[in-house]
């Protein structure tokens, strides 16, 4: 069933009169329309900007570190390495960041659909042979709530790490670079 047919199907299954679980309708529908927004917002991202930003950020760090080898900064002079160094790190997982979000995403579409389907059939058991009774539904509902709940926020998480991550990054590489050739070019004290 696409997604523009939900709905309709919605309102077809009202229309049925009560189904056991049709309570929890309401709330699923609730939540397939959350995961679909978030899910919007996510394929919206510049997601193909991640990897290569992560590569320039990490050989950036590399000239750096090479650089101030053997050199002690105090934590005032260390802040533009930091920064970058926190900018490696919120880019260094968003593409498996990107796929899990988008496999959960496809599960948790397919897991409420199925519910829906299974409260609107009328179904007895589960593909699993389990039967479907009252109880079964409320704790299969609220394990999927829960989810597209956990999802919608980790999706936000998601877009808040990539988003910071390529915020301002050619001027924090910059800052960084001009920080490592002023410190390393400082006349070391002779030894007594």
Known sequence: MTLRCWPLFFLLLAACGPQPGAEHLPKLKAALMAVDSAALR?????????????????????????????????????????????????????????????????????????LVDAIADGAKVDAEGTPIDPAY???????????????????????NFLERGLRDLDGVIRRADSASIALSSIPTSPAP
């Open 137 to 159: 539904l409320d704790s299969a509902v609220e394990d999927e709530l829960r989810i597209a709940g956990h999802l919608v926020e980790e999706v936000d998480i998601a877009l």
């Open 42 to 114: 996510f394929d919206a991202a510049d997601h193909s900007a991640a990897v290569p930003a992560h590569a320039r950020v990490d050989s950036t760090l590399a000239i750096i570190e090479a650089r101030m080898h053997g050199w002690v900064v105090n934590l005032e002079q260390g802040k533009p390495f930091s920064l970058l160094d926190e900018r490696r790190r919120m880019l260094k997982r968003q593409p498996g960041r990107e796929r899990r979000i988008q496999q959960e995403i496809d599960r948790t579409r397919r897991q409420i659909g199925h």
